[in-house]
């Protein structure tokens, strides 16, 4: 997978997620989505059938095959959703200060009481606990509460109708990260050879150790971050995950909006720190559902995640269901460019970059950035079979461009996702003058570097040890390497 009808010299360190859906499911589609910047493909296992889903990913292989470059796969598992029961009419209208009551009767309710299915929600509860509904629109108030109801006080009213969804801000609930359907669909999406899952509503570090028994080495798992107990409890489930999303959906439901800026550079910052990629999701490109353009707010939104040194930026409905699917991607590519090319890109993300740990791994990491600097190298090329080292060589987030070279097609596509890779699979190298021999080339064939340039090359050996990086050279291009 070396040749490229996009051309490796895709520069935009910044990656891009996109969500497919009915805008986005055609082969001519998919590929015209690749073409204009995306790097992954989200599936929302939310919504859908398994061969509609089995489909999809045929489709993007097949792209991929075309295209002679890897992309990865992401599977969003929908997790523990909560939601009311019906009522007599459909909704009712809620008024501010009357009671209202929550039970685990199975009947329609009205505008006194309704079911809630979720006896886990009872336990949790206590008095003065706010719950609430439709995204928020809807807030109640625990007056009393015991096994099987809640009464509770409207604070905030409206209408409500069927079905609505369940949020408890402060409450960690005794519920597990996967549902029954969850691990259907895990078992699905594994056995289609996704390179990245996504845990919707982890709350603990204790629910990605869940999932990540479950997944083992078939692919990697990234933790949503969208529950305010999963912000306090950040670092632990950074260290288990192998990355994690800001899902501001819900996170901006269950926190205060104005505390949720913060929250997204938190993790971001947490993330970068521990050298794991991060994704920055939900309505960056809103109004592109309908509109070709969009708004300055969101292009601004899109430019803080990219100057905050997030891995990735991702698309939801715009590519899913939007009038204007690959627009949406050409304004997230192009903003993306612009800002990286700000003056102060590199240097906010020096400010950012966290001390090495005390190994032979970083510091030859660390290393690699600070010579290519010195001697004005256009390439870092790293050798990897794991991964482990090309994602060390993003978190020191080089002005230098980042070329990963793995004989592992599944590491190449996992690496997708993060930050400045761009990786090629290719055999294996054997010795100290075929390492040095194929950085040159692949880094040429890339576009990365001319004649009479210079790469900094980091490897291990003995070669093929997965992590053990332990060598560092630079390299001279003559131009005469691809002869």
């Known amino acids: 997978m070396t040749s490229d009808i996009v051309s490796m010299g895709r520069r935009r360190k910044t990656r891009i997620v996109a969500t497919l859906g009915p805008a986005s499911s055609s082969y001519e589609r998919i590929k015209e989505l690749f073409i204009a910047g995306v790097d992954v493909f ?23 095959r075309e295209c002679g470059r890897p992309i990865a796969i ?28 929550l039970d685990l009767v199975n009947e329609a309710g009205n505008d006194e009481r309704v079911f809630l299915p979720h006896k886990e929600i009872f336990d949790a509860l206590e008095v003065g606990t706010h719950i609430l509904l439709d995204d928020g629109k809807i807030r109640l108030e625990v007056e009393t509460v015991e096994a099987t ?4 006080r409207v604070v905030v009213g409206g209408v409500l109708s069927d079905r609505k969804g369940v949020n408890v801000p402060n409450a960690v609930l005794p519920l597990a990260a996967l549902t029954d359907k969850d691990r259907r669909d895990l078992t699905f999406a594994l056995q289609c050879g996704v390179d990245w899952v996504a845990l919707s509503f982890v709350q603990r570090a204790a629910d990605v150790a869940e999932a990540k028994k479950l997944v083992g080495k078939k692919a990697a798992v990234m933790a949503k971050i969208e529950k305010p107990a999963a912000v306090l409890a950040l670092d632990e489930i950074i260290e288990l995950a192998d990355g994690v999303m ?12 104005e505390n949720v800026p913060g929250i997204q550079k938190q993790i971001v910052r947490a993330a970068r720190h521990a050298g794991k990629p991060v994704v920055v999701a939900t309505q960056m490109l809103e109004s592109m559902i309908k509109s070709p353009v969009p708004t300055r707010a969101e292009v601004s939104d899109v430019a803080t995640a990219v100057m905050d040194g997030a891995d990735a930026v991702m698309l939801s409905a715009e590519s899913a269901v939007g009038d204007f699917p690959v627009e949406a991607v050409q304004v997230m590519d192009r903003v993306a460019n612009r800002v990286e090319h700000e003056p102060g890109y590199f240097m906010m993300g020096s400010d950012q970059r966290s001390h090495p740990n005390a190994t032979t791994e970083d ?9 290519a600097r010195t001697v004005g190298a256009k390439a870092i090329v790293t050798f990897t079979t794991s991964g482990a080292t090309a994602l060390r060589a993003a978190r020191e987030r080089p002005e230098a461009e980042i070329l990963t070279l793995t004989p592992r097609l599944a590491v190449a596509r996992r690496l997708a996702i993060v930050w400045g ?11 100290f003058e075929e390492m040095v021999g194929k950085s040159k080339r692949m880094a040429l064939r890339a576009g990365l570097v001319k004649a009479g ?26 131009g005469n390497e691809l002869a």
């Open 453 to 478: 340039e210079r790469i900094v090359v980091t490897a291990g050996v003995p070669f093929g040890t997965p992590g053990a990086t332990n060598v560092l050279h630079v390299a001279w291009i003559s």
């Open 42 to 64: 989200r599936l929302n296992m939310s919504h859908g059938e398994h061969k509609d889903k089995e489909a999809l990913v045929h489709t993007i292989r097949a792209v991929e």
């Open 363 to 371: 510091a030859i990491t660390a290393a690699a950035r600070q010579v």
């Open 421 to 431: 890779m761009r990786t090629v699979k290719t055999k294996d190298v054997t010795s």
């Open 246 to 257: 800001v899902a501001r959906g819900d996170l901006g439901v269950e926190e205060p909006v």
């Open 149 to 152: 109801k809640a009464r509770c």
């Open 74 to 101: 992401l599977a969003d598992l929908q997790g523990p959703k909560l939601r009311i029961g019906l009522f007599e009419h459909g909704k009712v209208t809620l008024k501010e200060g009357q009671l209202f009551q």
